[in-house]
């Protein structure tokens, strides 16, 4: 289902700034 590869890609660009913080 190429909606939940979607939801991936969200889940991945909300993740990378919160490890660029740390």
């Known amino acids: 289902?190429?909606?939940i590869?979607?939801?991936v890609?969200?889940?991945l660009?909300?993740?990378i700034?919160?490890?660029d913080q740390s």
């Open 1 to 3: 289902v190429p909606n």
């Open 5 to 7: 590869k979607f939801n």
């Open 9 to 11: 890609a969200k889940v």
């Open 13 to 15: 660009q909300a993740l």
């Open 17 to 19: 700034p919160i490890v």
